[in-house]
């Protein structure tokens, strides 16, 4: 067996090892080339390949940052693992190990003095370890140093029949008397929206309401609270092309104890079921999330745990 950088010609065998290894976390040739190979920071000299004769036994992309991501900047001293299978039938024979410490070697030499597994902005596909579905990984990385961290929580909810609970529109209905308004986003918002998220929100909330709005599908994907002419609220789904996913959202910290996020979610979940979208998931929340969104009807449905190491 030997350990290879990235080539075309075994990306086939990638997704065939990591459709039959990351069984929750399906994903095709399209997705692959969009998440992986065309994100700026990809080099192939970080992505590893373990082989024996042209078959592929298994596969790790690591990342770190060439180019600045908003206003974390470089980032120069973290480093990534975006993905890491082996196949089912070559498993504990000490691939996966090799893979890591080829990947920890590479991102220490360039600088990364943490190596975070998953939860890579913008293109993640897990924000960390799967602790149910992927319960071997969590023991692998443990006995190689890994510290488990936080919990995130991915939850979802159908949409089939949704009908806005009677609490929530008693809410809705004294945020109107006291002169709040829900409405969906409009051109004309742009300047108050765009003030509302640099007051309040991290540039990549920005980036990726920014996003919306410049592709024309805010308007069918925002939600605005509004109190005169200021944005206060807003809640938003359509990230990474997926009609169903939802989030970012949040109020102004000065209003909220008027349960403008109840009704922002409720309004956007029946505007959802409205336009036919009987499915709403986000992938990651901690756990007073977690409670807001059980409260709302959602379940959890994956958890995870943040990982990382020092090196």
């Known amino acids: 067996m030997d350990i290879i950088p990235y080539e075309d010609r075994y990306m086939g065998r990638i997704l065939e090892v990591w459709n039959r290894s990351l069984t929750q976390d399906l994903i095709s040739r399209d997705i692959f080339r969009q998440k992986v190979l065309a994100d700026e920071n990809f080099t192939p000299a970080l992505a590893f390949l373990a082989r024996?004769?042209?078959?592929?036994?298994?596969f790790l992309l690591a990342t770190r940052r060439r180019e600045p991501y908003l206003d974390r900047g470089l980032e120069p001293e973290k480093g990534w693992i975006v993905a890491m299978a082996v196949a089912p039938e070559h498993r504990r024979q000490g691939i996966g190990t090799r893979l890591l410490q080829a990947a920890e070697a590479a991102l220490g030499e360039a600088g990364a003095r943490t190596v975070i597994l998953g939860a890579y902005s913008p293109h993640y596909f897990m924000p960390g370890v799967d602790v149910h579905h992927y319960a071997p990984a969590v023991s692998f990385f443990e006995a190689r140093g890994y510290k488990a961290g936080?919990?995130?929580y991915?939850?979802?909810?159908?949409?089939?029949?949704?009908?806005?609970?009677?609490?929530v529109l008693e809410k809705e209905k004294k945020a109107l008397e006291a002169g709040?308004?829900?409405?969906?986003?409009?051109?004309?918002?742009?300047?108050?929206?765009?003030?509302?998220?640099?007051?309040?929100?991290?540039?990549?909330?920005?980036?990726?309401?920014?996003?919306?709005v410049e592709?024309?599908?805010?308007r069918r994907q925002i939600w605005l609270c509004m109190k005169g002419e200021e944005v206060v609220g807003y809640c938003q789904r359509g990230m990474d092309g997926s009609a169903s996913r939802f989030?970012?959202?949040g109020v102004a910290e000065g209003y909220r104890n008027h349960s403008l996020g109840s009704i922002l979610f409720c309004k956007m979940l029946f505007d959802m079921a409205c336009?036919?979208?009987?499915?709403v998931y986000?992938?990651?929340?901690?756990d007073p999330g977690a409670r807001f969104y059980q409260r709302q009807g959602m379940e959890v449905y994956r958890t995870f745990c943040h990982c990382d190491k020092a090196l």
């Open 52 to 58: 024996e004769g042209e078959e592929l036994l298994g």
């Open 150 to 152: 936080e919990a995130a």
């Open 154 to 167: 991915a939850m979802r909810r159908l949409l089939f029949g949704y009908e806005v609970p009677q609490a």
């Open 180 to 212: 709040f308004v829900f409405l969906p986003y409009e051109e004309k918002h742009r300047r108050a929206f765009g003030d509302f998220l640099r007051q309040n929100f991290s540039a990549g909330w920005q980036y990726n309401a920014g996003r919306l």
């Open 215 to 218: 592709e024309g599908l805010a």
């Open 247 to 249: 989030g970012p959202f």
């Open 275 to 279: 336009q036919g979208n009987y499915l």
């Open 282 to 286: 986000f992938l990651s929340t901690d």
